[in-house]
């Protein structure tokens, strides 16, 4: 039994995550966007967009898409590339 906790958390320990920040903006008028649905693609691991349109996400190395949504406006995935992207 202490084996596999220990094995268990060696595994916790050398997962590798990145954290990724951003802003997402009206792409017409550069207005900050709040309560946008900002998703790691294929995982449950999201956040949402503060008032200023800001968010902060940590992801494991090997994702590769943000996937952002919003009422009334159409679900866009981004690929994570150290680029800055507007997204609506």
Do not use: C, H, W
């Amino acid at each position: 039994m202490i084996f596999s906790l220990f094995v268990f958390g060696s595994a916790i320990l050398l997962a590798q995550t990145v954290q990724i920040t951003g802003t997402v903006t009206d792409e017409q008028e550069g207005t900050p966007i709040p309560g946008v649905s900002v998703v790691a693609v294929g995982t449950t691991i999201g956040t949402t967009t503060d008032v200023n349109g800001n968010y902060s996400i940590t992801v494991p190395t090997d994702i590769n898409r943000l996937g952002f949504s919003f009422i009334g406006m159409q679900t866009k995935e981004v690929e994570i590339d150290g680029q800055n992207v507007k997204i609506f």
